[in-house]
């Protein structure tokens, strides 16, 4: 591979080869040497916690007690079994998994129908439409009203009525979908209606392929928080087999808490680990996703 460059004694552009432009060291400033401190600070305020209590949790019974900053002797993976089982978490983590699902899904598809004729300014007073879906992030959940509406419905500690509660709560989704969707040109509307391409149509068959970065990003949102979610769960489901595994952990801690911390820090892995490992093998998605819904 070679870079073209310029060469006045030629009088034209001559090849330059890339190894060189490698070799070349890079230039240090002071400012680039603090990001980097900032950068690895910040990993290290997320990353510690979190092998302080993969250690903790490899820790055999009362040794967290003797010593809990130390390093621990033995892997005593048992203790991920003890906790899987003791807290029932199969049944938990399947409860949580199709929460998740559905209402991701519904919501992601729900940010779109509602963002783009916002977007486009195709309802009256779209403006302030925007505004109050700013300020619907600041406001608290009408938790009262909520749950009197939910028990004159039927739908108290029923999973139909617990996802319809999560799907409501879009939250940063629909702004995502409207930043992004400024970005795509408003030919293709009327490209599409004077092809006789209907409105539903339109927004299934083009809006939702040219949107799926930032759909991405509101999925995994939306994931997270469902995921996440104690308080409606307290509230909503009184079933224990209807429960979510935040719930279940809560629950855990308060049998478990106050002697077996090696069994809590086994069984908080294990509600973390989905989330750890959707990040994982998404952030690539999300990250791009969410900058161009925030940036667009």
Known sequence: MTVLHDAPSAGRLQPWPADEQRRRPRQWSPWRL??????????????????FLLNTALKRPGEFSADPVGLTESLALGNFVDAWTQGNFGALVANSVLYALVCAAVSTVLSVLIAFPVA?????????????????LFLPNAIVAQFQLVLQLGLYDT?????????????????????????LPRELDEAAAMD??????????????????VLGAVFILQVIGVWNDIIGATIYLASPELRTISLGLFTFYGEYGNNQWELLAAATLIVAAPLILLYVFTQR???SGAIAGSLK
């Open 120 to 136: 486009r300014n195709y309802v009256r007073w779209s403006r302030s439409l925007r505004v109050l879906f700013v300020i619907s």
């Open 34 to 51: 603090i990001n980097y401190l900032i950068a690895l600070a910040v990993v290290a305020l997320y990353v510690l916690p979190l092998l």
């Open 285 to 287: 998605l999300f990250i």
């Open 196 to 213: 006789g391409c209907g409105y539903f149509r339109f927004v299934w068959t083009f809006v939702f392929p040219l949107c799926k970065p």
């Open 159 to 183: 999973r139909l009525g617990y996802m319809l509660l999560m799907t409501a709560g879009l939250g940063v989704g629909p702004l995502l979908v409207m930043g992004y969707l400024r970005s």
